[in-house]
């Protein structure tokens, strides 16, 4: 125990050198020097985060992607006020340096003091306190590029929280838990943001991370609290962001995870709709999640969030192009094409990137050329996104061409929603994806026009490179083929010998040769499904349904 009391000062004089430390180092290395007209033109492009001023003849500069610059201090009178018009944050230093450090270490100290002297109840209430930004968010749906039927499904939340006791006077059942799901940067995060936007409703977000803590029950007071701030401002949108951090499968014992799970599981049972309370979470993957937070009544409602297709792409970009100087003879339709796989984040990054290089040569307006520039700095960086090959996007779409083609021709009862090579979050490289008709019993040449759908992906690949080069991209197809075949030979016994396992093969291949058999009759069919894939990548029902006549 004694020895435990002296160790605390000697940490916080350790951390006090650590800090001198590098503060002094930090005045050593010398940001990039920006002209102050370039300085002004990022100001007013909305990509500087702050700027400290007073700390000598240069105001240090942060930009919003955490580049460091530093530009000359004009001493002018407005200078400070222009900046917080624009909403960028001001510091001003007196006298910074050590004096500064040491005012830092000794408050850690006291804090580290105070935080360890409480470590009972009464601490965990202080720890439980958040920082919950609640105001109205500023973006809208104007803001966020989406297909069309996800931008409905959040028009409908918004219509709730504008008059949630009107959908009650109708009998209508309330939404209550909304899942986001899909790949990383595609706007989850900007969706909830923009539906509390859009009905002006209050917006109470934490992220995952924010229920993970140390202390067990944390997590759950917090969640607590979010759900009282929220009945207590007459309703707006909870969101919690990157739910896995307490949503994952229950695979190991973790007493806080599953305190804060359940905390939300009754928090969500207990409020009606007509609170105009929604809650929205976001995953990146919903096959981790407890089956518990997808059951009726709770997160039901799921929106996936896909990544942009073409069409897509471009919205997204022009919705990022609206404040920024665009050359006229910068095409975004051209980069929408460039920039499959893409997600929104990046290529916000992208046109973020250019209006930077743009600025460094003070060159008034975006060019062509830095576009160019940015692109080859995105698609090399870290989360750089997977360049998709031109060659990759024509075997994608001449497979996805040939499940379609083949959907159509045998099995005209299910409807084609959508054909894309865009890859989904479940990981397939592209899909097509068909709604079977509702019925209880199928008929023998049903199931063989399922089993040739789902051949016709490889049996397309084969047809246009070749056995020796036909890919790994059917290994799903194949698996689903094999059931089919399996479920005929065995338990329905369709096949002609009895025999399951020499049944399952025949079924195989005849199934495999119709299939071939139906494509090569189809050639141009095949070739103008693929052609618009590769040019659109997504094709809806009525296109599908117009280029197959
Ligand atoms: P997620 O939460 O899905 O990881 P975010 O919402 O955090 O993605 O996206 C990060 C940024 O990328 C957004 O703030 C926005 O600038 C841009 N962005 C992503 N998707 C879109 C989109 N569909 N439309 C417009 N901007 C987008
Ligand atoms: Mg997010
Ligand atoms: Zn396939």
């Known amino acids: 125990m004694k020895q435990k009391r002296w160790m605390g000062p000697v ?47 240069m105001w240090q500069v ?69 920082q919950v930004d609640e105001r109205v968010p500023q973006v809208t749906l104007k803001d966020v590029a989406v297909p069309p039927e996800t931008l409905q499904s959040i028009r409908d939340l918004a219509d709730f ?59 759950a007071s917090r969640v607590r609290e979010l759900f009282r701030k929220a009945r207590k401002a007459g309703g707006g949108v909870i969101f919690i962001d990157e739910i896995d951090a307490i949503g994952k499968k229950r695979d190991s014992a973790n007493d806080e995870r599953e305190q804060t799970l359940n905390a939300l599981l009754t928090e969500m049972s207990g409020f009606s709709g007509e609170d105009g309370v929604i809650v929205l979470a976001a995953t990146n993957r919903l096959d981790t999640l407890d089956p518990a937070l997808l059951r009726e009544g709770r997160f039901d ?23 920024k100087p665009l050359a006229p003879s910068v095409s975004l339709e051209r980069w929408a094409e460039q920039t499959a796989l893409f997600s929104g984040a990046q290529l916000e990054t992208l046109l973020n990137e250019a209006a930077i290089r ?17 692109f ?45 090579i865009i890859p989904s979050s479940r990981g397939a490289a592209g899909y097509s994806m068909s709604v079977q008709p509702d019925q209880l019993l199928h008929t023998r040449q049903e199931l063989m026009g399922m089993l040739c759908a789902a051949l016709g992906g490889r049996a397309a690949e ?13 290994a799903n197809d194949l698996k689903k083929a094999r059931d089919i075949a399996s479920a005929m030979a065995g338990e329905f016994m369709m096949g002609e010998s009895g025999d399951a396992e020499e049944d399952k093969k025949a079924l195989l291949a005849q199934a495999m040769e119709e299939t071939r058999r139906i494509l090569s009759q189809n050639l141009d069919a095949l070739e103008a499904l693929s052609d618009a894939l590769i040019k659109r990548e997504t094709l809806r029902e009525e296109e599908i349904a117009e280029i197959l006549g």
Not at 358 to 374: N, P
Not at 377 to 404: F, I, L, N, Q, Y
């Open 11 to 57: 940490v916080f004089a350790m951390v006090g050198v650590l800090c001198l430390l590098f503060f002094i180092q930090g005045g050593r290395d010398t940001p990039e020097t920006l002209s102050y007209p370039d300085f002004w033109f990022l100001a007013e492009e909305g990509l500087v985060d702050k700027v400290a001023m007073g700390g000598g003849d």
């Open 62 to 130: 942060t930009l919003k992607d955490g580049a460091k610059a530093q530009t000359p201090d004009p001493r002018a009178q407005d200078g400070k006020e222009r900046l917080l018009k624009l909403n960028i944050e001001v510091q001003e230093r007196e006298s910074a340096g050590p004096g500064l450090a040491l005012g830092a270490v000794l408050l850690l100290a006291l804090l580290f003091f105070a935080q360890a002297r409480d470590r009972g109840a009464a601490g965990l209430k202080k720890f439980a306190a958040v």
């Open 161 to 219: 929280l504008k008059e949630p006791r009107k959908f009650g006077e109708y009998g209508a059942r309330a939404p209550r838990g909304v899942m986001l799901y899909g790949p990383p940067g595609t706007g989850k995060t900007l969706l909830a943001r923009a539906l509390a936007g859009e009905a002006k409703a209050p917006f109470f977000a934490m992220g995952g991370a924010d229920f993970v803590q140390v202390y067990v029950g944390v997590g």
């Open 301 to 323: 409602r799921r929106i996936e969030v896909g990544l942009p297709d073409c069409a897509q792409r471009l919205k997204i970009l022009q919705v990022h192009a609206r404040k």
């Open 358 to 374: 743009a600025a460094r040569r003070s060159g008034g307006q975006i060019l062509e050329c830095d576009v160019e520039k940015a």
């Open 376 to 420: 080859c700095s995105v698609t090399v960086g870290e989360d750089s996104p997977r360049r998709m090959t031109e060659e990759e996007k024509r075997v994608t779409a001449w497979h996805e061409a040939g499940h379609a083609l083949i959907t159509r021709r045998l099995l005209p009862k299910a409807r084609l929603t959508r054909v894309t």
């Open 462 to 474: 084969e047809m246009l490179l070749g056995w020796e080069n036909v890919t790994t991209g059917a």
